[in-house]
């Protein structure tokens, strides 16, 4: 996710914007850039390095004078890691700089559009037909141009703009992405969030959707998307800096977990138009499926298990055999590929080495490459064939969520698209997926707040030492993400295990009290996985099952039951995950464990 700074006062902008910046460096960037307006002209600084390098070029700030500017630190989502692609962003004539978070669906179009018009683009970005829009409605009034640019764009956007012609007013506009105003004592702010403003000032006031902000020494007005006068008020905020970067919440974990709903639809919406899936970003045709004769999809840790779960999804929608193979296995197993196998690689870094080398074995031989990546422009993206961006933003917490649920919505996605490119499911079918799909973000959002008791069954299994997940079919395919989850942050040994497979051998393990946690949401296999509940329950076991809301059976042999609202089979995963990640989490917080740099464990594993 990108971050946004923007000043207007009576000191130097560019040192404070600097200090914005760098209070949100912690969201991840790969570019960053300041532009301040001195009189009558802008000034830019960028850099794809960080923001200390800016410091470095401009004497901390010092050498750049003005005291109205907008700074910014971009996360890639279209076009690569570029000073030429970062932000801020200025019109062909100058007078004119943007800076944006989110995403600009309709950029395409707009761009074309402005092209004719005579203007010049230089970048690749999404952005840039922001501040080409401006320069293009601007007749003397800026908040004017503003509402009529804001009207035109589609998508998500949060933008802070200053303009030469008028050195005395700072604009900021939001939708769907985050902007929050500064209030200080002769000087505003604005920044993505709290923690780049709080050193100034506590006195802030939020945006809502739609609404326009002009900002002045003397005051900010703000108008509705409209450019009718808007009544706000302030707040006072109380938290301190640490806080405020994880936005209140006491870990970056917790922060991406709740952001889940958010990050799907990021990277759902705007791949569903008019309820067909739209896939721009890949070139694979219905004649390249027909090639192909066998997808193995490779990862590591838990993209590894959203590649589980990717397999019953595809094998189910593309009846082509699809197995799922740890890089680290499939780089050393002299693998049988060709050109009709498809490798599908998932990677939230695009870096892994392993995953790296097992994308080179299986290129070497053949294969052709889908990468999902959350990363733009990193290696694995750059030795693909095709790249899916999930658009989850930066993810800090070691342990995976936002970017795990993000795979799965890019299998689905792909899955009901090459499903239709086959012909394996009729029009109507995939309309139905396609609006169940579009339905997910609210039904993990429901998963969230549905398992608010999660936090009473933490405390009740949290000395366990030792757990079994099990599970069949997706749920299968869960219980090893469920299981990783507990394992990595909590430190507590468990076992993902097929439940169909327990009575060979391993239950020999289950004893007296043994939490084993039932995942029991594929309904087409309840009935048998009840037969395993029961297996487990006759040696002495803990059951804490998950199920479907509204099944009441699973109660007459669970001791504790987590509920998730009923989806489409296929895609249940996504609910299901939801209060494993929250059991983990607040297992480990019991234990005092160091949830978002667990011991022994790095984001990205970029050695072998
Ligand atoms: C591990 C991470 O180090 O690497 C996991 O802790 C991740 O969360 C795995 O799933 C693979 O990393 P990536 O970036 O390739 O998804």
Redesign the pocket.
């Given at each position: 996710m990108c971050g946004i700074v923007g000043f207007i006062g009576e000191r130097k902008a560019a040192p404070i914007l600097f200090e914005g910046l760098e209070r949100l460096e912690y969201r991840g960037y790969d570019s960053a850039g300041i532009a301040v307006l001195n009189k009558d002209v802008i000034t830019t600084r960028k850099t794809t390095e960080r923001i200390k390098m800016l410091r470095e070029i401009t004497e901390n700030g010092q050498g750049i004078p003005g005291s109205l500017g907008i700074g910014h630190t971009r996360w890639a989502t279209h076009g690569a890691p570029s000073e030429r692609n970062a932000h801020p962003h200025v019109s062909n004539d100058g007078k004119f700089a943007v800076v944006h978070n989110g995403i600009i669906e309709n950029y395409i179009t707009l761009k074309e559009e402005l092209i004719q018009k005579g203007f010049i683009f230089e970048s690749e970005t999404d952005t840039e037909v922001v501040v080409h829009l401006l320069a293009n409605y601007y007749k003397g009034n800026l908040i004017e141009a503003v509402v009529k640019a804001a009207k035109r764009l589609e998508g998500s956007y949060a933008l802070g703009i200053i303009c030469a012609h008028e050195p005395d007013v700072l604009v900021a506009v939001r939708r769907l992405s985050p902007l929050i105003l500064g209030v200080g004592i002769g000087e505003s702010f604005i920044a993505s969030d709290v923690t780049a403003l709080i050193s100034h000032t506590k006195t802030v006031m939020y945006l809502e959707d739609g609404e326009i902000a002009e900002i002045k020494k003397s005051g900010i007005r703000v108008f509705d998307k409209a450019g009718s006068p808007v009544e706000k008020s302030t707040t006072e905020i109380n938290w301190n800096i640490d806080a405020a970067e994880k936005s209140g919440y006491d870990h970056f974990m917790m922060k991406e977990i709740m952001e889940q709903p958010r990050a799907v639809r990021a990277t759902l919406e705007p791949r569903i138009k008019n309820g067909k899936i739209k896939l721009d970003d890949i070139s694979i045709t219905a004649a390249d499926l027909k090639n192909v004769n066998r997808i193995i999809i490779t990862?590591?840790?838990?993209?590894s298990y959203a590649g589980q779960v990717g397999r019953y999804v595809l094998e189910e929608l593309l009846r082509i055999p699809v197995e799922v193979d740890l890089a680290s296995e499939l780089r050393y197993r002299n693998p049988i590929i060709n050109e009709h196998t498809l490798l599908i690689v998932?990677?939230?870094?695009g870096?892994?080495a392993d995953?790296i080398a097992a994308l080179k074995e299986a290129k070497g031989r053949g294969a052709r490459v889908l990468s999902l990546v959350n990363v733009v422009g990193s290696t694995i993206a750059k030795m693909s064939d095709d790249v899916l961006y999930t658009w989850a933003g930066p993810e800090i917490a070691?342990?995976?969520t936002k970017?795990y649920s993000t795979q799965l919505a890019l299998l689905y996605l792909f899955g009901v698209y090459a499903a239709e490119l086959l012909g394996n499911r009729t029009g109507e079918e995939c309309a139905e997926m396609i609006t169940e799909l579009q339905n997910l973000p609210e039904q993990i959002e429901q998963a969230l707040i549905l398992n608010d008791n999660i936090i009473t069954l933490a405390q009740k299994y949290h000395k366990n030492q030792s757990i079994f997940f099990i599970g069949r079919n997706i749920d299968y395919a869960v219980s090893m993400e469920g299981s990783l989850k507990l394992k990595?942050i909590s430190y507590i040994h468990s076992e993902a295990y097929a439940a169909g497979e327990l009575k060979h051998g391993t239950i020999s393990l289950i004893d007296n009290d043994r939490l084993v946690i039932a995942l029991a949401c594929y309904e087409r296999l309840f009935d048998k996985l009840m037969s395993n509940i029961k297996e487990v329950k006759a040696r002495g076991a803990k059951v804490l099952a998950t199920a479907i809301v509204g099944n009441t059976k699973i109660l007459t042999e669970a001791d504790d039951v987590m509920y998730i609202p009923r989806t489409n089979p296929l895609f249940l995963a996504s609910v299901e995950v939801i209060p494993l990640q929250l059991l983990a989490y607040y297992v480990a917080r019991d234990n005092g464990c160091d949830i978002d740099k667990p011991r022994n464990?790095?984001?990205?594993?970029t050695v072998e």
């Open positions: 990862a590591c840790g838990s993209a998932i990677s939230q870094s870096e892994t995953t070691v342990a995976t970017g990595e464990l790095a984001k990205s594993v």
